[in-house]
Every structure is written in structure tokens, then in C-alpha cells.
């Protein structure tokens, strides 16, 4: 017998040895851990109120997770909020924030992007947000503090803020 071989076959039919099988295995396993990766970084959306809710006021939260797990808070919408000056109180603060310890993050900084046509950069405001994640991360409560110079002069005070995670595919 040579070496790898079990024996010999029929005509049309072939032995596999102990190196083929090996490979059809890796492979297969392999296949299933490329297929499992791209599920453990995504990205969530909670949607809620200013708490007590006027005119319909509210936040969106993007989260990125991984392996179920808030990692960092990549977008905070406010919207309609009302800032107490002449300002428009929707915006979105476009600075991530990372999830630390008991799940909190905490953020501050000027609302909008450069270059972004939709939400430009709004110096003449600045926003602190504070939050956590709480019941196994499937919902964020916080605070949200818009303060104006300027022209936009004025400061919404602490304003609380609570957030439900949104279903999938919204």
C-alpha cells in the first residue's frame, strides 16, 4: 500500500484518505465562522421622549454593538426641543462616544458635520449629553443640555431623556 491510501477502490470510485477529510472539514468549519462574523458588529437604533414629552419632542440614538454589547454611541438626534432662542431645536450631534463602565457614555460638543448639507456645523450651540444603558441594554436613559451663544443664545437646562431600542429593520 502506499502511504495515505486505505486500499483500492471500484472503477469509479475513490477512497478518501485521513488528509481529505481533514481538509473537507476545515473547510466546512471555516465557511461557517465567515458566515457568523459579519452578525457581531452592528448597529441599533433606540427611539424615545424628552421626558415630560412637549411638542412631540424626542431623541434617536444610534448605538454600534458587538457581540450584543453597547460599545459606542456613533449618532445622537434631537428634535424638537425647544431651546428657549431663536435656534431650530432639532440637530444631530455627530461625535461618538464610547460605552465605559455600567454602560454609561457622556459626550459635549457642537451639533451637525462639515460638509453635510442636511445638518451643517452649528457653532453657536453646544450640547452635553449624558446616558447609561439600562434592562439588559434594551433601553438608555440620560440627560440632554443645549446651551446657545450668539445669536442662538439661550439654555434648555437638564432635560431627561428615555429611549426604547426600535425593532429591527426600522
Known amino acids: ?9 471500484a472503477p469509479g470510485f475513490r477512497i478518501y484518505t485521513f488528509g481529505d477529510t481533514m481538509k473537507r472539514t476545515l473547510l466546512i468549519l471555516i465557511a461557517f465562522l465567515v458566515l457568523g462574523l459579519p452578525g457581531t458588529a452592528l448597529a441599533r437604533l433606540y427611539t424615545g421622549p424628552i421626558v415630560p414629552q412637549v411638542n412631540d419632542d424626542g431623541v434617536e440614538i444610534t448605538v454600534k454593538v ?11 438626534e434631537f428634535h424638537n426641543v425647544p431651546t428657549g432662542s431663536p435656534c431650530n ?3 444631530i450631534f455627530f461625535h461618538a462616544m464610547k460605552v465605559g463602565h455600567g454602560l454609561r457614555f457622556h459626550g459635549s ?10 445638518w451643517p456645523p452649528t457653532p453657536s450651540l ?18 440632554l443640555r443645549i446651551h446657545g451663544s450668539g445669536g442662538c443664545s439661550g439654555d434648555t437646562g437638564s432635560l431627561a431623556f428615555s ?8
Not at 1 to 9: E, F, I, N, S, V
Not at 127 to 143: L, P, S, Y
Open 126 to 143: 453646544t450640547v452635553t449629553i449624558h446616558g447609561r444603558f439600562i434592562k439588559h441594554a434594551r433601553k438608555v436613559v440620560g440627560t
Open 109 to 118: 460638543g457642537h451639533p451637525g458635520r462639515a460638509g453635510n448639507t442636511e
Open 163 to 170: 429611549a426604547k431600542r426600535a425593532p429591527p429593520g426600522t
Open 66 to 76: 458587538k457581540q450584543g454589547h453597547p460599545r459606542r454611541v456613533t449618532s445622537f
Open 1 to 9: 500500500m502506499d502511504h495515505g491510501t486505505l486500499g483500492t477502490a
Open 89 to 91: 431645536g432639532s440637530n
